[in-house]
Protein backbone atom coordinates (compact mmCIF):
# COMPACT_ATOMS: atom_id res chain seq x y z
CA UNK A 1 0.00 0.00 0.00
CA UNK A 2 1.64 3.66 -0.90
CA UNK A 3 -1.12 5.57 0.60
CA UNK A 4 0.79 8.07 2.77
CA UNK A 5 -2.25 8.30 5.34
CA UNK A 6 -0.85 4.80 5.98
CA UNK A 7 2.60 5.38 6.18
CA UNK A 8 4.30 5.61 9.17
CA UNK A 9 7.64 4.96 10.44
CA UNK A 10 9.40 2.35 12.14
CA UNK A 11 9.80 2.05 15.78
CA UNK A 12 13.47 1.58 16.24
CA UNK A 13 15.28 0.93 19.61
CA UNK A 14 18.52 2.78 19.82
CA UNK A 15 21.64 1.18 20.80
CA UNK A 16 23.22 3.54 22.98
CA UNK A 17 20.76 3.47 25.79
CA UNK A 18 21.47 3.93 29.14
CA UNK A 19 20.66 0.48 31.42
CA UNK A 20 19.05 2.46 33.73
CA UNK A 21 19.45 2.53 37.68
CA UNK A 22 16.53 1.63 40.74
CA UNK A 23 16.30 5.23 42.23
CA UNK A 24 16.62 4.66 46.17
CA UNK A 25 13.12 6.11 47.13
CA UNK A 26 11.39 3.28 43.95
CA UNK A 27 8.95 1.40 46.17
CA UNK A 28 10.41 -1.62 47.35
CA UNK A 29 10.32 -5.45 45.51
CA UNK A 30 6.42 -6.47 46.07
CA UNK A 31 4.75 -3.24 46.62
CA UNK A 32 1.70 -2.53 45.11
CA UNK A 33 2.18 0.43 43.27
CA UNK A 34 0.48 3.85 43.83
CA UNK A 35 -2.59 4.91 42.03
CA UNK A 36 -1.51 8.83 40.10
CA UNK A 37 -4.95 9.25 40.05
CA UNK A 38 -8.11 7.50 41.22
CA UNK A 39 -9.94 8.18 38.14
CA UNK A 40 -7.24 6.84 35.55
CA UNK A 41 -9.01 4.02 33.19
CA UNK A 42 -5.81 1.37 33.94
CA UNK A 43 -6.08 1.83 37.83
CA UNK A 44 -8.26 4.19 39.19
CA UNK A 45 -10.48 2.78 41.93
CA UNK A 46 -12.96 5.61 41.00
CA UNK A 47 -13.08 4.28 37.18
CA UNK A 48 -16.36 3.25 37.40
CA UNK A 49 -15.63 0.86 33.82
CA UNK A 50 -11.96 0.69 34.15
CA UNK A 51 -9.31 -1.95 34.83
CA UNK A 52 -8.88 -1.73 38.20
CA UNK A 53 -5.40 -3.36 37.72
CA UNK A 54 -2.82 -3.33 40.56
CA UNK A 55 0.63 -3.20 39.06
CA UNK A 56 3.75 -4.69 41.89
CA UNK A 57 7.11 -3.28 41.21
CA UNK A 58 9.71 -6.21 40.88
CA UNK A 59 13.06 -6.50 42.11
CA UNK A 60 14.69 -4.87 39.69
CA UNK A 61 13.53 -2.36 36.59
CA UNK A 62 10.11 -4.53 35.62
CA UNK A 63 6.37 -4.20 36.94
CA UNK A 64 4.45 -7.26 37.17
CA UNK A 65 -0.04 -7.25 37.13
CA UNK A 66 -1.99 -10.34 37.45
CA UNK A 67 -5.70 -9.29 35.77
CA UNK A 68 -8.49 -11.92 34.72
CA UNK A 69 -10.25 -10.50 31.83
CA UNK A 70 -13.89 -9.43 32.40
CA UNK A 71 -16.50 -10.22 30.23
CA UNK A 72 -17.37 -6.59 29.70
CA UNK A 73 -14.32 -6.26 27.79
CA UNK A 74 -14.98 -9.30 25.07
CA UNK A 75 -14.15 -8.26 21.59
CA UNK A 76 -14.76 -11.11 19.00
CA UNK A 77 -16.45 -13.56 20.14
CA UNK A 78 -15.43 -15.05 23.21
CA UNK A 79 -11.35 -13.01 23.46
CA UNK A 80 -10.55 -9.81 24.55
CA UNK A 81 -10.72 -6.92 22.65
CA UNK A 82 -7.01 -5.69 21.23
CA UNK A 83 -7.82 -1.86 22.27
CA UNK A 84 -8.17 -2.97 26.02
CA UNK A 85 -4.78 -5.28 26.00
CA UNK A 86 -2.83 -2.43 24.66
CA UNK A 87 -4.66 -0.31 27.30
CA UNK A 88 -3.76 -3.14 30.10
CA UNK A 89 0.07 -2.92 28.18
CA UNK A 90 0.10 0.82 28.69
CA UNK A 91 -0.74 0.63 32.50
CA UNK A 92 1.74 -2.16 33.23
CA UNK A 93 4.36 -0.46 30.92
CA UNK A 94 4.05 3.05 32.45
CA UNK A 95 4.83 2.15 35.76
CA UNK A 96 7.88 1.39 34.74
CA UNK A 97 9.40 4.47 34.93
CA UNK A 98 8.60 5.14 38.47
CA UNK A 99 11.19 2.56 39.27
CA UNK A 100 13.79 4.48 37.98
CA UNK A 101 12.05 7.70 39.44
CA UNK A 102 10.57 9.39 36.64
CA UNK A 103 6.58 9.89 35.57
CA UNK A 104 6.18 9.46 32.00
CA UNK A 105 3.63 9.71 28.96
CA UNK A 106 3.09 7.37 26.43
CA UNK A 107 4.64 8.72 23.21
CA UNK A 108 4.40 5.29 21.36
CA UNK A 109 2.86 1.90 21.67
CA UNK A 110 2.79 -1.19 19.74
CA UNK A 111 1.42 -4.38 20.41
CA UNK A 112 1.81 -8.07 18.61
CA UNK A 113 -1.50 -10.08 18.94
CA UNK A 114 0.53 -13.90 19.24
CA UNK A 115 -3.11 -15.63 20.22
CA UNK A 116 -6.40 -14.73 21.03
CA UNK A 117 -7.20 -14.33 24.44
CA UNK A 118 -10.02 -15.69 26.22
CA UNK A 119 -12.29 -13.61 28.23
CA UNK A 120 -12.02 -14.98 31.85
CA UNK A 121 -8.15 -16.10 31.61
CA UNK A 122 -5.96 -15.14 33.94
CA UNK A 123 -3.03 -12.61 32.19
CA UNK A 124 0.51 -11.84 33.83
CA UNK A 125 1.60 -8.66 32.16
CA UNK A 126 5.77 -8.44 32.83
CA UNK A 127 6.53 -4.85 31.74
CA UNK A 128 10.93 -4.34 31.57
CA UNK A 129 12.95 -1.38 30.98
CA UNK A 130 14.97 -2.21 28.08
CA UNK A 131 17.14 1.21 28.27
CA UNK A 132 17.15 4.94 28.86
CA UNK A 133 18.13 7.89 26.79
CA UNK A 134 17.76 11.70 28.52
CA UNK A 135 13.77 11.75 29.04
CA UNK A 136 12.96 8.54 26.80
CA UNK A 137 12.45 5.51 28.16
CA UNK A 138 12.07 2.10 25.98
CA UNK A 139 9.90 -0.51 27.88
CA UNK A 140 9.05 -3.82 26.91
CA UNK A 141 6.57 -6.30 28.28
CA UNK A 142 4.65 -9.92 27.57
CA UNK A 143 1.58 -10.68 28.50
CA UNK A 144 1.08 -14.98 29.18
CA UNK A 145 -2.06 -16.69 29.62
CA UNK A 146 -2.42 -18.86 32.79
CA UNK A 147 1.18 -19.24 33.43
CA UNK A 148 1.98 -20.11 29.79
CA UNK A 149 5.85 -20.32 28.78
CA UNK A 150 5.14 -18.69 25.29
CA UNK A 151 3.46 -15.47 25.74
CA UNK A 152 0.13 -14.66 23.77
CA UNK A 153 1.04 -11.18 23.39
CA UNK A 154 3.55 -8.77 23.48
CA UNK A 155 4.73 -5.19 23.67
CA UNK A 156 7.00 -2.21 22.98
CA UNK A 157 6.96 1.09 23.42
CA UNK A 158 8.42 4.76 24.04
CA UNK A 159 7.59 6.40 27.39
CA UNK A 160 8.44 10.18 28.28
CA UNK A 161 9.47 11.16 31.32
CA UNK A 162 7.43 14.65 32.14
CA UNK A 163 6.51 17.06 34.99
CA UNK A 164 2.93 16.33 36.04
CA UNK A 165 2.38 20.09 37.06
CA UNK A 166 3.84 21.28 34.04
CA UNK A 167 2.37 18.75 31.67
CA UNK A 168 -1.00 18.86 33.00
CA UNK A 169 -1.61 22.28 33.89
CA UNK A 170 -4.14 23.08 31.32
CA UNK A 171 -6.12 19.94 31.91
CA UNK A 172 -6.52 18.62 35.55
CA UNK A 173 -9.15 20.85 36.09
CA UNK A 174 -11.53 18.56 33.96
CA UNK A 175 -10.89 15.49 35.59
CA UNK A 176 -12.91 13.54 37.70
CA UNK A 177 -9.52 14.51 40.43
CA UNK A 178 -10.45 17.78 40.27
CA UNK A 179 -11.33 18.51 43.62
CA UNK A 180 -8.51 16.33 45.44
CA UNK A 181 -5.94 18.17 43.02
CA UNK A 182 -7.11 21.44 43.74
CA UNK A 183 -7.37 21.05 47.74
CA UNK A 184 -3.55 19.90 47.40
CA UNK A 185 -4.41 16.91 48.21
CA UNK A 186 -3.40 14.95 45.18
CA UNK A 187 -1.17 16.59 42.66
CA UNK A 188 -1.49 16.10 39.00
Avoid at 50 to 57: C, D, N, T, Y
Avoid at 97 to 112: I, N, Q, W, Y
Avoid at 163 to 181: E, L, N, Q, V, Y
Amino acid sequence: MNDPAFSTASFVIPDDLESGKRADFAPAPGSVLNVHNPHCFGCGPKSADGLHLQVVAGSGLHTTAIWEVPARFEGGPGVIHGGILSSVFDEVMGNVPMLVGSVAVTAHLEVDFATPIPIGATLTIDARLIGLQRRKLYIAAEASIDGAAEPAATARGLFIGISPADHFKDTWRASGSAADFAAGERRP
